[in-house]
């Protein structure tokens, strides 16, 4: 890196923080699947392997008293918010000391200790939640911002533009994150629409937005610190397509292989 370009380099702290967290989310779910694979987890499996980069680079840009809604792939979110890996586990396990006392599982793990409004089993129901997030906020006067992650195939759901073009006219403190790991189950975003710069759809109804490599964490975390920077003055929502790819199948199978 140049000189002169030395007082923007990133701090070690953060450079530390945005590793540790992704490291962890990857360890999770790889013992997490041994913990599937073993039959110790019941319902589906589905794993955040490959999208790391996304909750860590996102939440590490959140303040305290920020919230976050889920989705179906929604591990990585969690632990990225801050949760309790033992209380995760607990919940995979269907043990009452889990998040949701083990009644929610794998796909609808929440921590509202953190403002995690929680994963969700419904593809597409974290816009609509976060935007009633933001909503709320607004109404207490608060600057909160609320982020909601999504995914490729939830931008073909109709809550998708619904509920982006009610935070946009209502100028919500909302960042609607679209993880396009290039499927939706086994269809390539191809198949499912003609347009596959996900972005512009918040273009078309006067959102700004934005593409960007949803691998690389730093960008992740500096993008979506401006996003919230321009929420709190009043500039929202935002939409951020983060472009990555899923290491796995849609979600794991109980045999040796996907």
């Known amino acids: 890196m140049p000189l002169q370009d030395k007082e923007n380099m990133p701090s070690s702290d953060l450079l530390e923080k945005l ?3 992704a490291y962890k ?6 013992e997490g699947i041994k913990l599937y694979r073993q039959g110790l987890v019941r319902g589906y499996f589905h794993p955040y392997l490959g999208q790391e980069g996304i909750a860590t680079g996102a939440c590490a840009a959140l303040a305290e008293g920020d919230y976050i809604a889920s989705t179906h792939r929604g591990h990585g979110h969690c632990i990225a918010q801050g ?7 607990a919940e995979l396990l269907q043990k009452e000391t889990g998040y949701c006392k083990g009644y929610g599982g794998s796909m609808h793990i929440a921590d509202i200790t953190k403002n995690n409004l929680g994963a969700n089993g419904i593809v597409g129901a974290s816009t609509p939640l976060g935007v009633g997030a933001a909503m709320a906020a ?3 006067g608060s600057d909160a911002v609320t982020i909601a992650f999504s995914t490729d195939g939830a ?4 809550t998708f533009l619904e509920s982006l073009n009610l935070a946009a006219i209502w100028n919500l403190n909302f960042i609607l994150i679209v993880e396009n790991n290039q499927y939706a189950v086994s269809t390539t975003l191809a198949e499912a629409t003609r347009e596959t710069e996900l972005y512009k759809r918040g273009e078309a109804i006067g959102v700004e937005s ?3 490599d949803g691998n690389d964490s730093l960008l992740v975390y500096e993008t979506v610190s401006d996003a919230v920077k321009k929420c709190r003055a009043g500039l929202g929502p935002i939409l951020i397509e983060a472009v990555t790819f899923r290491h796995s199948g849609h979600h794991k199978t109980k045999g040796k292989q996907d």
Not at 25 to 30: K, P, Q
Not at 83 to 89: D, L, N, P, S, T
């Open 155 to 158: 931008s073909n759901n109709g």
């Open 19 to 21: 590793f540790k967290t």
């Open 25 to 30: 989310i990857r360890n999770f779910e790889t």
């Open 83 to 89: 949760a309790r890996v033992e209380g995760m586990v």
């Open 210 to 212: 934005h593409r960007i």
């Open 138 to 140: 607004q109404v207490r």
